[in-house]
């Protein structure tokens, strides 16, 4: 019997693919917008300089199909592992879903990665084929000059396959060391079974804005299955605030991911009232905590209803969401599990349940009865109970309402003085200060406190001369004064990843390298 193909305006035949619980390959889902709409522009690239560049689902799906045919020739396969080292780009599209349809996996990796720590990452990985331009790599490498060497190759339709696994994605960690997440489930399309849609106010058939890295998580989860629904992408080569905000003009976004570092360029942008949301339908955001004041200024330019906040994890361990006009009843919460499908659990260090409103190590447990799907290389997996309740060692609360509230990361946490200071509090009170641009609090050691409170500043005029007892002063007027920054440096730029990522246990080594030249001096 020939494989079903999901058609977007027959219901009837997603509802039953749903309860059957039937998967249907990326390849061949691709191939069905490419019969449904082939002229329909699905992706537009565009560059730092340049004009964009647009391409259909008849010719994403026929190029793809070419480069398959490639890998196939480099020996790639079902269960073959491919890195994508290069940033965003058209390409990033064509080699994913070709790989996907030979059922092979892909990591995407950021192109500019330190050789030593890249070397880490293969070794972990140990793909069958590098796409990269990186001409110190020790495994089978092409190009992407070689990639245009594929015309010769038939663009007809491959044999039908799901990649299982089909994702994984690096990270650092905190500790510092690689690690890889594979994700473990079926890399397939369910109709109506996303529930990272159902919590972010996405539709099918909408034009996505692609701002973050595709190496990230959360925009490659949301870039790649909006894709799948229909999604027109729209996707920047990379981040900047005053195009991205002429991008959502020019071509009516309807939604898309912002990490907060980005949110809060864009807040700073001048005459920004002036720009048209109109078609904003939903912007989400996660990754790290988003400062209030950059919230409420998002609320104030789209309409609280369509921002929404998920916390979750590469590791699908369950995911919790709130929209901006729940948040302004419960400012600062990531929401609730009930309505996300999860249950929440919040354990003290004795391992006790937390009272209402004390902060502990919080877990998730899916109430479908589904497992994280993921498994890792490189390290160990995650804290799991007995239950089934896991913990990606963040820190939170939950009020009587049973709304949950990060408070950081267990790893984060600074203990000074016997205090527990969290570093997201510290830097969303210094993020307001309108001299301000970007924050990062660390905890240093420190023979006196056990580890000091200490904020590296970026200002927003590099030339400004702002004294540290000026912003100590601002501090001590919105935290307590055993969570004031006890020392304050100031950078030119703070290393953040284009994901808004920082890696502190790598700026805590920075700081303490410097103290001991200034000790030694």
Not at 358 to 365: H, N, T
């Amino acid at each position: 019997m020939a494989p079903c193909v999901w058609d977007p305006n027959n219901p009837g035949l997603a509802k039953e693919l749903t309860i059957l619980n039937q998967p249907i390959s990326y390849g061949q889902r691709i191939a069905a917008h490419a019969k449904q709409a082939p002229d329909q522009t699905c992706l537009v690239f565009v560059p730092q300089s340049g004009e964009p560049l647009s391409i259909s689902w008849r010719e994403l799906d026929n190029r793809s199909n070419q480069i398959a045919r490639l890998f196939a020739k480099r020996g790639m396969g079902e269960h073959s592992r491919l890195v994508l080292g290069f940033g965003n780009c058209l390409e990033h599209y064509l080699v994913a879903i070709a790989s996907w349809k030979l059922g092979a996996m892909v990591l995407p990796l950021r192109a500019a990665m330190s050789q030593v720590e890249r070397q880490q990452v293969l070794d972990l990985f140990e793909p069958k084929l590098v796409i990269a331009d990186w001409t110190d790599c020790s495994y089978p490498r092409m190009s992407l000059a070689d990639l245009q060497d594929t015309e010769r190759f038939s663009d007809d339709t491959l044999v039908d396959i799901v990649s299982h696994p089909g994702k994984a994605i690096g990270s650092g960690g905190s500790t510092g060391r690689p690690k890889i997440i594979v994700d473990t489930k079926p890399w397939a399309f369910i109709p109506g079974q996303i529930a990272f849609f159902d919590h972010l106010g996405w539709q099918p058939n909408r034009t996505q804005l692609v701002a973050g890295p595709l190496y990230h998580n959360a925009p490659f989860l949301a870039s790649y299955w909006g894709l799948f629904e229909g999604h027109t992408l729209v996707v920047m080569e990379r981040f900047d605030a005053k195009r991205c905000v002429d991008l959502i003009e020019q071509y009516q976004i309807h939604c898309g991911f912002l990490a907060p570092t980005m949110m809060q360029r864009i807040a700073d942008l001048p005459d920004l009232q002036s720009r048209d949301f109109k078609s904003i339908e939903s912007i989400y955001h996660t990754a790290s905590p988003c400062p209030e004041w950059v919230k409420r200024r998002w609320i104030e330019l789209i309409g609280a209803e369509h921002l929404y906040e998920a916390y979750g994890a590469t590791e699908d361990i369950g995911i919790l969401s709130i929209r901006g006009d729940q948040w302004l009843e419960q400012p600062g919460s990531v929401g609730r599990g009930a309505s996300c499908g999860v249950e929440v659990k919040i354990l003290t260090d004795r391992g006790e349940e937390a009272a209402i409103d004390e902060v502990g190590e919080l877990y998730l447990r899916k109430t479908d009865g589904s497992k994280p799907g993921y498994r890792y290389l490189g390290a160990d997996p995650l804290r799991t109970l007995t239950g089934g309740f896991t913990t990606a060692g963040d820190m939170a609360w939950r009020n009587e309402q049973g709304y949950v509230f990060l408070a950081d990361r267990r790893v984060d946490l600074i203990i000074t003085g016997g205090e527990n200071v969290y570093p997201a509090e510290v830097e969303s009170a210094l993020s307001a200060h309108e001299e301000v641009a970007d924050v990062v609090v660390l905890g240093i050691p420190d023979p006196k406190w056990g580890k000091r409170v200490h904020a590296i500043v970026q200002l927003q005029d590099a030339s400004l001369q702002l004294e540290v007892e000026q912003l100590r002063d601002y501090c001590r007027q919105h935290l307590t004064a055993y969570k004031v920054p006890k020392t304050i440096s100031f950078v030119d730029q703070l290393p953040r990843e284009p994901s808004g990522k920082i890696r502190r246990c790598a700026l805590v080594a920075q700081c303490m390298q410097i103290e001991s030249i200034e000790a030694h001096e």
